[in-house]
């Protein structure tokens, strides 16, 4: 991507109302008659444009309405690469709209797209089309972590915290799921708080589901194999406990944390 020198700063700054080229609004904004002829001697064949007061839509080759024509929110970014600047056409879909653009020269492998700071997805310009392809970035069902959080056997008999008794963060997920292998002579439960300290923690062992034997509400697990899942946990930490009796155990957990 190569930026352009501006022919005048002032015509960067755009004031669109009804449909017109984006040239034409260039040289009104900047009192001038030749942007067209100073741009394509430059090369140039990209746009970035962001709407600051309103909405617009444009269309490349034909003419936008205020319904018609891919929109542009008010704030989102618009990149537009490899087209016929002189082909785009801008209208307001708001009344009237301040809009800035900033041209440049892109390279063949460079690609449109539209970006808004309250939101997560990317568009992309289809030529075919003449329209924007959305396509999520980072989607919510691809977030996930899976971990071991406990391989033991002939622990001490006394209170083990798993990841620790710090426990693991919950911040970006929604739900989590533990898989647990058992042994007599232990006892597990699972802690939340929004206290990194766990100062005063709160047992939630009785709202998880767990999904061998389709039955919620246990107080705790013991020698048994099981897997303990809770959804739309609202919560900063959680942690497991697990409680020895003796030294003669085994234990093996695992939890799953998912944003989707």
């Not at 490349?60 to 082909?87: D, F, H, K, M, Y």
């Not at 002939?154 to 898989?179: H, L």
């Not at 009785?206 to 705790?220: D, F, I, P, Q, W």
């Amino acid at each position: 991507m190569i930026f352009l020198t501006p022919q005048n700063v002032n015509s960067l700054k755009l004031s669109v109302t009804t449909s017109a080229g984006l040239y034409a609004l260039m040289d009104t904004a900047g009192s001038t008659t030749n942007s067209q002829r100073y741009y394509s001697d430059l090369n140039a064949n990209a746009v970035i444009i962001t709407p600051e007061d309103g909405d617009i839509r444009f269309l490349v080759g034909g003419t936008p309405t205020t319904t018609t024509g891919t929109l542009i929110s008010q704030g989102s970014t618009c990149v537009l690469c490899g087209i016929a600047l002189e082909n785009l056409n801008i209208i307001s879909a708001t009344g009237s709209t301040i809009c800035t653009v900033q041209i440049f020269r892109s390279e063949p492998s460079e690609s449109s797209c539209l970006t808004s700071s309250s939101s997560a997805t990317a568009k992309s310009y289809d030529a075919a089309v003449n329209g924007l392809r959305v396509e999520e970035t980072s989607p919510l069902n691809q977030q996930f972590v899976s971990e071991l959080l406990a391989s033991a056997t002939n622990q001490a008999a006394t209170t083990y915290y798993y990841p620790s008794s710090a426990g693991m963060i919950m911040d970006g997920y929604k739900d989590i799921t533990f898989e647990y292998e058992g042994s007599a002579n232990e006892t597990l439960t699972f802690e939340v708080s929004n206290d990194s300290a766990f100062t005063v923690p709160k047992d939630i062992t009785k709202a998880g589901l767990e999904m061998v034997t389709n039955v919620s509400g246990g107080a705790s697990f013991g020698n048994v194999n099981a897997v303990v899942k809770y959804d739309n946990l609202n919560v900063t930490y959680i942690r497991a406990k697990l409680v020895t009796a003796t030294a003669t155990n085994s234990v093996k957990l695992w939890a799953r944390r998912k944003a989707l």
